[in-house]
């Protein structure tokens, strides 16, 4: 089974970038589409962006103009660059693939934190 394996979080102060990476063990193409959600604490895990394996992209409200995901198929590679980061950013990034069947693959996460 492909695994997912999230990288690239670390301490920010606001208004700083990150890009965070996450790598499949295997093709990306064995995914109809990869997310990434995020989880602050003692909150729910919230869907932050998507993309499919057509390359359609979707954003929640909250990080639409800010943040941009995107594939590389040959490295079997989804990015999340994080733009502009808020306090509010703040979070747990997950990256998920799901496959046509409905089966979900989650990565481990990858803390984030903006912060002065």
């Known amino acids: 089974q492909v695994q997912l394996v999230e990288s690239g979080g670390g301490l920010v102060q606001p208004g700083e970038s990150l890009l965070l990476t996450c790598a499949a063990s295997?093709?990306?193409?064995?995914?109809?589409?990869v997310a990434w959600y995020r989880q602050a604490p003692g909150k729910q895990r919230d869907l932050i962006a998507t993309?499919?394996?057509?390359?359609?992209?979707l954003y929640a409200d909250s990080v639409k103009g800010r943040f941009t995901i995107s594939r590389d198929n040959g490295k079997n590679t989804v990015y999340l660059y994080t733009n502009s980061l808020k306090p509010e950013d703040t979070a747990v990034y997950y990256c998920?693939?799901?496959?046509?069947?409905?089966?979900?693959?989650w990565g481990q996460g990858t803390q984030v934190t903006v912060s002065s």
């Open positions: 295997g093709s990306i193409f064995s995914f109809a589409a």
């Open positions: 998920n693939g799901r496959r046509t069947s409905g089966i979900e693959v």
């Open positions: 993309i499919t394996d057509r390359g359609t992209t």
